[in-house]
């Protein structure tokens, strides 16, 4: 059995100054909901065994936060692949990982997150909000075996669910 969490990045900040897309920073909503989902996996005992951020500022800014707030003592990593990647991408890049987490994590963007999951679990219709976590399990030995349409999807939850952000409508 192996489980894919994957974390959609926080609210990203429009307003503020950056040079491109890449280095778009995480507004102060999003860093909370990146604390208070950290917070969740641990208090749900879902803590990773490797976590991989995309490499965009606001993508690696939410794992960081989250890592902190749930105290998580996993391997981290950036990939550039991970950002402006598609479905068909992400799990070639999932079935080429050396390691063999029993859960890893991914953090990323949209709208492959929604598409990569519909695709994982079957075609279904999946919609990753800023900030959430979705959790999709496998009767996998090892990820060079995961293919689409195998997954179980487990829960996902919106950091609305979890979380009082100041702000929040």
């Given at each position: 059995?192996?489980?894919?969490?994957?974390?959609?990045?926080?609210?990203?900040?429009?307003?503020?100054?950056?040079?491109?897309?890449?280095?778009?920073?995480?507004?102060?909503?999003?860093?909370?909901?990146?604390l208070?989902?950290?917070?969740?996996?641990?208090?749900?005992?879902?803590?990773?065994?490797?976590?991989?951020?995309?490499?965009?500022?606001?993508a690696?800014?939410?794992?960081?936060?989250?890592?902190r707030?749930?105290?998580?003592?996993?391997?981290?990593?950036?990939?550039?692949?991970?950002?402006?990647?598609?479905?068909?991408?992400?799990?070639?890049?999932?079935?080429?990982?050396?390691?063999?987490?029993?859960?890893?994590?991914?953090?990323?963007?949209?709208?492959?997150?929604s598409?990569?999951?519909?695709?994982?679990?079957?075609?279904?219709?999946?919609?990753?909000p800023?900030?959430?976590?979705?959790?999709?399990?496998?009767?996998?030995?090892?990820?060079?075996?995961?293919?689409?349409?195998?997954?179980?999807?487990?829960?996902?939850?919106?950091p609305?669910?979890?979380?009082?952000?100041?702000?929040?409508?």
């Amino acid at each position: 059995m192996r489980s894919l969490i994957l974390f959609r990045h926080g609210k990203s900040d429009w307003n503020a100054s950056f040079a491109s897309d890449h280095e778009r920073p995480l507004a102060n909503r999003g860093k909370e909901a990146a604390l208070c989902m950290g917070r969740m996996l641990s208090q749900t005992g879902q803590i990773p065994q490797l976590a991989v951020s995309s490499s965009a500022l606001r993508a690696r800014a939410t794992l960081q936060l989250a890592v902190r707030a749930g105290h998580w003592h996993c391997p981290i990593r950036v990939e550039d692949a991970l950002y402006g990647s598609s479905p068909d991408s992400v799990l070639n890049w999932i079935r080429a990982l050396e390691d063999n987490p029993e859960t890893l994590l991914l953090t990323g963007h949209e709208p492959t997150w929604s598409e990569l999951a519909g695709r994982l679990i079957g075609q279904g219709a999946v919609r990753v909000p800023t900030g959430t976590m979705l959790k999709i399990d496998f009767e996998i030995e090892g990820w060079q075996q995961i293919k689409f349409g195998r997954g179980q999807l487990k829960w996902l939850t919106p950091p609305k669910l979890v979380c009082r952000l100041k702000g929040a409508k």
